[in-house]
């Protein structure tokens, strides 16, 4: 059977996969990293969050430790994986504090900020739990 086109790719050219029902994730909720003209962030790496992170995240003035109710946000704790958005990943990895990156549900939009080859050296296994 052949594989559509328009199905949403990662970054190593496969169908892009899940990256987190628990916390529901992806700019439309879906659990994807999926983005769209709306999503002017690209929310498209799917990370394993870190407490190192989530401290860089919340000093560059986007906090995902707090929970905020008006959203249904649960805030974020280290070990939960996120659809971060592809600038900040770069960010994090320019100064030492990127997160792992699950490749596989990582959309292949990220590669207009970043490298391939940046994004296989901080690949979690494949398979690896939360």
Request: charged share 20%; hydrophobic share 40%; net charge negative.
């Amino acid at each position: 059977m052949p594989i559509q086109k328009d199905l949403p790719r990662n970054v190593l050219g496969g169908p892009l996969q899940s990256c987190s029902t628990n916390p529901m994730t992806g700019f439309f909720r879906t659990g994807c990293c999926e983005t769209g003209p709306d999503d002017n962030g690209r929310h498209v790496v799917c990370a394993q969050m870190t407490a190192e992170f989530l401290e860089f995240s919340a000093a560059q003035g986007n906090d995902l430790s707090t929970p905020v109710r008006a959203y249904s946000f649960p805030g974020l704790k280290p070990g939960d994986r996120w659809c971060l958005c592809g600038q900040r990943w770069r960010d994090a990895f320019r100064v030492g504090m990127a997160p792992p990156v699950v490749l596989q549900a990582t959309h292949e939009a990220v590669l207009k900020f970043v490298r391939l080859e940046d994004l296989l050296a901080h690949a979690l296994p494949e398979g690896a739990e939360a």
